[in-house]
């Protein structure tokens, strides 16, 4: 119940920061702390602080420019402490992470009178790991490519270009210079670079580990214990739930969840779930890690209780690779028919298994696999245990820095164990009402053709409903795009939200009718011609850019971002500026300096810019959308849940694809007004929308645009 002693608290703490910064209150924020705060308090718990009931998950739709940061803030952060909870603040996107930890909470944590302390969480795999960096200095091998499952050639030795970057992070090291974060380090890293110097959970040797006084991630971890508030990103979140929940983060029966940008939970919460291996890369896999076992025991003869576990695994592991020379044929006759004129194509291939349903051979190969894996798990997980308890207790003649080693190593080859014994779970697995979605993707990897299989639940409905829903203490959903269409059926169904959850919708307080225009103009080519369309758009776009400095193209496809940048004249290549040609925040930064320098850019990207891109005032006045932006059609998850929708009588089109285009088209349009001064136009150039059925529904869910549309 929200009591009288919580909306002072809140409305104390609103009142002081408008004050304190002299501004006046927002219809829309003060609506949205309500609706939280009702939702909080709508809580019961037991006497350990537990909830009880159902109860406590919100969702909330906030237009841009109505201040939810600001709002979930003040709302949630006066009740978590009376209540004694910790807040995690979970983002999609770094920039987004970035902003709410370096200007909103601080400014937050100055005006409002609120006293609170924060921190951010990031993975392991954001921070090096010194042991590993030790060894990669000391050796000609590459552990990571040793065990690696991605790559089916023979490990190689770090080349010099590499080997001088790492002796540069050293030295930052050990002059304080840098803190072991891969964000601070002063240039770019590659990820065959990065990561062969990070830990997972079954490589770090944690706090037995020699340079655990000097580890970054250590420090990192122990502050996030003494702090109010968590800022981290979906990914981790997940992560930390597939772990079982509070591995990383703190225990959700204890936690208040704020998802901002929570429309991407759903798809972040489906790559958790999923899983993965490459046949050739996994048959090297059996290769190095029945070599690293041999050298294990001839290197370690006094480590007896070690040995005596390893025992069975290289046997484990002939009898599987045995198998895998099995399943390598059926995987190869059912990709073959794909590899016909691959080189033509535009992308790898992949099959796709349909309704899920693998064919037999497979699936009892499948299952042997899945049980074998299960011992090899067993047994080496048993092995990790014992050089774990042996860094503990040192009570080998073995030394540190050597148990440190075998502890990464073991720790590897499990890791790689449990992701193949993952994927043949999911392939052995008998399904019930909603099948899994299952496919062999082709993949490059090192030069060669790999083939990938692969496995995804359709939705991720079930699992946040068994992982997180209920279990949090509480949970808040929000983002300038929640609704689909203008309901929150979409987020529900792919979410799985409880029943019980309380939605609201608080629109924008920016004047879109007078400031902003959504304008169709005649077209006369089909999107669905590719070349008669991109024809179409490159015709058109120098008349459209007239007038405007900063204009943002956005493409469904780097093909046709491809194929009409090549139909412009050099006059006009010279002024876009397309998404690859280099990092995202050097593509913007060049395309702010550009309209600066020459009064205009014209910015052509993919559907990453269309949304998490603030371009505020001329640096983007026209929005230019080439097509309406339904999902590409052999997507394996997508293709999969069109195909199970229709397998029980209904729609896939309006009940995914229509819903989903909606609210990408609705985030693209997003990108026009950032602030209340901003001005321009959106123009779509897809005639679907006034010739097709459908198209009124689109039209009718956008913002309150000034609508211009011409007929085709």
């Given at each position: ?59 909330i ?41 370096h ?6 944590l100055?005006?409002s ?9 990031k ?15 000391n ?33 930052a090291?050990?002059t ?10 002063k ?33 990192a ?47 972040i ?29 001839s ?13 069975l ?22 990709v073959?028919?794909?590899l ?12 796709r ?48 820095p ?14 790689a ?5 993952a ?8 399904d019930?009402?909603?099948?899994d979605?299952?496919w062999?993707q082709?993949v ?10 692969s ?18 203490y509480?949970a ?19 979410a799985?939200?409880p029943k ?40 058109k776009?120098p ?45 913007l ?17 993919l ?24 999902s ?25 694809s ?55």
């Open positions: 119940m929200l009591t009288q002693a919580h909306k002072k608290s809140i409305q104390t703490a609103y009142s002081t920061l408008l004050k304190n910064k002299g501004l006046n209150p927002r219809a829309g924020q003060k609506q949205m702390i309500a609706e939280i705060a009702r939702t909080i308090t709508s809580v019961e718990a037991d006497a350990e602080g537990k909830r009880i009931n159902e109860a406590g998950v919100c969702a739709e906030a237009g841009t420019g109505t201040g939810k940061t600001v709002a979930y803030i003040l709302a949630v952060l006066p009740l978590a402490k009376a209540l004694g909870k910790k807040v995690v603040i979970s983002t999609a996107t770094i920039a987004l992470q970035e902003q709410i930890l200007r909103d909470l601080p400014d937050i100055k005006h009178g609120i006293h609170f302390r924060f921190a951010l969480a993975g392991r795999g954001r921070y090096l790991c010194l042991s590993k960096l030790d060894l990669h200095l050796s000609d091998v590459n552990q990571d490519t040793l065990f690696s499952m991605d790559s089916p050639a023979p490990a190689q030795s770090t080349d010099e270009e590499t080997v001088q970057i790492y002796e540069s992070m050293a030295k090291l050990l304080s210079q840098w803190d072991g974060d891969k964000d601070s380090w240039g770019e890293l590659d990820d065959d670079i990065w990561k062969p110097l990070t830990a997972d959970r079954n490589e770090c040797a944690g706090r037995r580990c020699q340079h655990v006084a000097q580890c970054s991630f250590i420090k971890r122990d502050n996030l214990s003494a702090v109010d508030c968590v800022v981290a990103n979906h990914d981790l979140v997940m992560a930390d739930l597939a772990l079982g929940g509070g591995a990383i983060l703190t225990d959700p029966a204890d936690t208040i969840y704020i998802f901002d940008e929570a429309h991407h939970l759903p798809d919460a489906l790559r958790h779930f999923s899983g993965a291996l490459r046949i050739n890369g996994a048959m090297h896999w059996f290769d190095q890690s029945i070599k690293a076992i041999r050298d294990i025991g290197q370690n003869g006094s480590f007896i209780k070690l040995l005596d576990k390893l025992d695994v290289p046997g484990l592991l002939l009898e599987l690779k045995q198998i895998y020379g099995e399943v390598k044929p059926i995987v190869d006759d059912l073959e028919p794909l016909v004129d691959i080189a033509e194509q535009y992308q790898l291939p992949h099959y298994f349909e309704q899920g349903v693998i064919p037999p051979v497979l699936k009892e190969l499948s299952k042997v696999l899945s049980k074998r894996f299960d011992i090899l798990v067993d047994e080496l997980s048993a092995a990790h245990e014992i050089i774990s308890g042996a860094l503990d207790e040192n009570d080998t003649s073995i030394s540190l050597q148990l440190e080693n075998l502890f990464s190593d073991v720790g590897v080859m499990l890791n164990a449990e992701r193949q014994w994927l043949w779970k999911a392939y052995a697995r008998d019930d009402d909603m099948p979605s299952r062999i082709v490059e990897s090192g030069g060669l053709l790999d083939f990938e299989l496995a995804s639940p359709l939705m991720a409905a079930r699992t946040l409903r068994q992982y997180l829903w209920k279990r949090c509480a808040v959903l929000t983002s300038a795009t929640l609704t689909a269409l203008g309901q929150f059926g979409r987020l529900s169904m792919h799985g939200l019980y959850t309380q939605t609201a919708v608080v629109p924008s307080p920016f004047d879109y009718q007078k400031n902003a225009r959504f304008f169709v103009p005649a077209m006369y080519s089909e999107p669905t011609d590719h070349f008669a369309h991109s024809a179409e758009i490159a015709e776009l008349a459209l850019c007239e007038g405007y400095e900063g204009i943002l193209v956005l493409f469904a496809s780097r093909r046709q971002m491809n194929d009409v940048y090549d139909l412009l004249d050099d006059k006009w290549q010279a002024k876009v500026l397309k998404q690859n040609q280099m990092s995202k925040q050097k593509l930064q060049q395309h702010i300096d550009q309209v600066d320098d020459t009064g205009l850019s014209v910015l052509f990207g559907a990453s810019l269309a949304e998490g891109v603030d371009l505020p005032g001329k640096y983007c006045g026209h929005v230019i959308i080439a097509k309406l932006p339904f590409v059609p052999n997507d394996p998850v997508e293709a999969g849940l069109a195909e199970w929708f229709e397998t029980q009588g209904r729609n896939p089109f309006m009940e995914i229509l819903p989903d285009a909606s609210q990408r088209l609705i985030q693209a349009c997003g990108r026009l007004i950032r602030t209340e001064t901003d001005q321009g136009q959106v123009t779509l150039m897809d005639k679907r929308i006034l010739t097709k059925r459908y198209g009124r529904l689109i039209l009718d869910s956008l913002p309150p645009f000034r609508q211009i549309l011409e007929a085709p």
